[in-house]
């Protein structure tokens, strides 16, 4: 199974080690396209057209799209929204922090399965009963 990570990075790397051990826990289920969301080092050899045609291609690729979307990113929304249209299943997960939750774009859509969360072992639990049936 092909899995596309999909996490924020321009829109702030705060969450970027959560990514990391979300990463490394999805490895158990598939091959995880997108390892570099999980790293705090930017690859600057690379152009935006560059970056975008290529996650659009692995987007495509991808069997599951798992996006974390605590951390508001127009990528991570974009990336959504183009996996939607290729009729990917895709889950989001998220955390309320100071009672902000995500975006009613995302928890009001019907073609996500969203999930909040409020640790680290309750993300695991959600991946687990959710990619063992895919
Ligand atoms: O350098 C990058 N590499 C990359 O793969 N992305 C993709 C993957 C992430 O899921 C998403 C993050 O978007 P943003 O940078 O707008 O937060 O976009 C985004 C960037 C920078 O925008």
């Given amino acids: 199974m092909k899995i596309y990570f999909s996490g924020s990075i321009r829109g702030g790397q705060q969450d970027t080690d959560l990514y990391a051990e979300l990463i490394q826990e999805l490895k158990q289920y598939g091959t995880v396209l997108t390892e570099h969301i999980g790293s705090k080092t930017i690859d600057t050899t690379m152009t935006d ?3 975008h045609d290529r996650d659009v291609m692995w987007v495509k690729e991808s069997d599951v799209v798992i996006a974390e979307v605590t951390v508001p990113s127009l990528g991570v929304g974009y990336e959504i929204g183009r996996a939607i249209d290729m009729k990917k299943p ?31 072992s309750k993300a695991k639990e959600i991946l687990k009963t959710q990619l063992k049936t895919k």
Avoid: H, V, W
């Fill in 49 to 51: 057209q560059e970056i």
């Fill in 90 to 120: 895709i889950i989001c997960l998220y955390r309320t922090i100071n009672g902000k939750s995500t975006s009613a774009m995302i928890r009001g859509c019907s073609e996500l399965q969203c999930f909040e969360y409020s640790n680290i």
